[in-house]
């Protein structure tokens, strides 16, 4: 049954992703219009448990929409994955009148999003990670930016790497997520691409084809791996020893989770972050906001995470049709 809030709370947990600044304004704004009052939780369940709780109004969101990052702050907290810690999390939201929360982070923070629900503390989850690993979405807080930051860097490297006629291993992030490796491979032309979801392993197969790229006339090759496969390093001192073509390896890193957002994070975080706060005006709960064939829903949070995702099959084929 719908129960009514008066106060919301909201939080950022997990990796940060540019565009949660967007979606923390599109609910802290959306819930004033809605007659709520918000809360700010700092450095998402572990704040909470420490009640780092400050009161937010229209002003504490602006001039943000713009900067990566989030002005909540982030964090990882073993504590509340316990049963007691979830407890003392939601005693703590009664404690100051919290009745409703927005929970924006990836999946691990919705499992704890859930359990905050079913002790009683309406619960709304918004998408937010970089690695776009979320079975019910289409799309997550962070991913465009991210691809397209690690596009441009990927695009530098490729430069040098002609000049050289190297080979290069790009590492992208993506947890065991093969999602920004792809998009990378298709947006840089690489001329490998490795996903955690569809690696074989099979090394000497990659080394064939650099060596017969390079017979090809190809000057560089662009091997974009990605982090859940790991190993660039050690792959790029045994490619060289077995190529003769020198060969570097790069881990993009944390550079990939930062700046500033793009268009289309700003305006979908800012969407989704308003649709959360919609969800608590109405009483709902235990619910996740995702983008889905093109519009913006909803989903029960245990459903969509017994969800699963996967790389789709057509667009892999493609990515590696185009290198040939
Ligand atoms: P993400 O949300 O990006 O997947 P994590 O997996 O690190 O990131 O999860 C973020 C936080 O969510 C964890 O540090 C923990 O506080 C909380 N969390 C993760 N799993 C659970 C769980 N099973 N039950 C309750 N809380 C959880
Ligand atoms: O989930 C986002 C992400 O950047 C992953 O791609 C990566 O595996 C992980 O977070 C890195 O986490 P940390 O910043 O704790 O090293």
Sequence with gaps: ???????IGVLTSGGDAPGMNAAIRGVVRTAIHQGLKVKGIMRGYAGLLQEEIVDMDSTSVSDIIHRGGTILYTARCMEFTTPEGQEQGAEICRKHGIDGIVVIGGDGSFRGAGKLAALGINTIGVPGTIDLDIACTDYTIGFDTAVNTAMEAIDKIRDTSTSHERCSIIEVMGRNAGYIALWCGIANGAEDILLPERYDGD???LINRVIENRKRGKKHNIIINAEGIGH?????RRIEAATGIETR???LGHMQRGGTPTCKDRVYASI???KAALLLAEGKSNRLVAYKNGDYVDFDIQEALNMKKDIQEDQYEIAKMLVR
């Design 1 to 7: 049954m719908a129960k009514s809030v008066k106060t």
């Design 203 to 205: 090394e000497q197969a």
């Design 232 to 236: 660039s390093a050690s792959m790029a």
């Design 249 to 251: 390896a790069t881990i």
């Design 272 to 274: 989704m972050g308003s």
